[in-house]
């Protein structure tokens, strides 16, 4: 079945940076879009960054744009999310997605499968 297993998450400091990875199987992973979001309490699930099945197109929320970095190993199943310069802001349980390549935007009905989610907590 179908799997999306987010790890890296955890306590840094304010200009700290950490490093999320998700794991995937179940699915051709090379044919799908990944991306990240992340959901702060009492908020909506919002996007964070996305990237093209050919990594060859990414895009941000304004929120990380110049902080956030994402990628992907296709050789690895495996989807990055690299954050520096974190800000108390930034904390929220972060959860990566796919679709399939023929979706487009960022709005997240347009993802197919979702990971339980990783816990990153900035403090001031």
């Known amino acids: 079945q179908v799997q999306l297993v987010e790890s890296g998450g955890g306590l840094v400091q304010a200009g700290g940076s950490l490093r999320l990875s998700c794991a995937a199987s179940?699915?051709?992973?090379?044919?799908?879009?990944m991306g990240w979001f992340r959901q702060a309490p009492g908020t909506e699930r919002e996007f964070v960054s996305v990237?093209?099945?050919?990594?060859?197109?990414?895009e941000y929320a304004d929120s990380g744009k110049g902080r956030f970095t994402i990628s992907r190993d296709n050789a690895k199943n495996t989807v990055y999310l690299q954050m520096n310069n974190l800000d108390p802001g930034d904390t929220a349980v972060y959860y990566c997605?796919?679709?399939?390549?023929?979706?487009?935007?960022?709005?997240?009905?347009?993802?197919?499968?979702w990971g339980q989610g990783t816990q990153v907590t900035v403090s001031s």
């Open positions: 990237i093209s099945w050919r990594a060859g197109r990414t």
């Open positions: 179940g699915f051709t992973f090379s044919i799908y879009d």
């Open positions: 997605a796919a679709r399939r390549f023929d979706r487009i935007g960022t709005n997240r009905n347009t993802f197919d499968y």
